[in-house]
């Protein structure tokens, strides 16, 4: 599926009023894909030479996997549903990533901030685009 017929496809749906404009995604994310590599790299990195237990691995591993998971669910499968499925994984998981990292490396927890307030307005985004569009 092409770019032009996924865009005209999103711009159909019905959105609220207060939805960002779609130019504005590409920016956000890339500045946060900057921060999730940085952070989760030293996690995982950490993991790897043992100096954290691999189950501190599991909630970035699963995050990550939602993560890269909601563009094919919502653009390629144009599902609403599944991609608000999707974004509650990864807001669960990232949640449950940052309180388990806290007392070991707590910068991992500040610097992804930003991304718990950008996963957690587009969850509440999702859920209302794929409500005003059942």
Known sequence: MDQTTTYN??????????APP????GPVWTILYLLIALS??????????????????WPFILNLIFN?????????????LLAALDILLVLVTLIWSLKIIYPKIRWV????LPYLAWVSFATILQLTVTYLNL
């Open 9 to 18: 496809w999103y711009q159909t749906l019905i959105k609220p009023t207060w």
């Open 22 to 25: 779609s130019w504005l995604f």
């Open 40 to 57: 989760f790299g030293t996690v995982l990195y950490r993991v790897y030479k043992k100096k954290l237990k691999r189950s501190f691995a």
């Open 68 to 80: 890269f998971a909601f563009t094919p669910l919502q653009f390629g499968l144009r599902s609403n």
């Open 109 to 112: 927890t500040y610097i992804n």
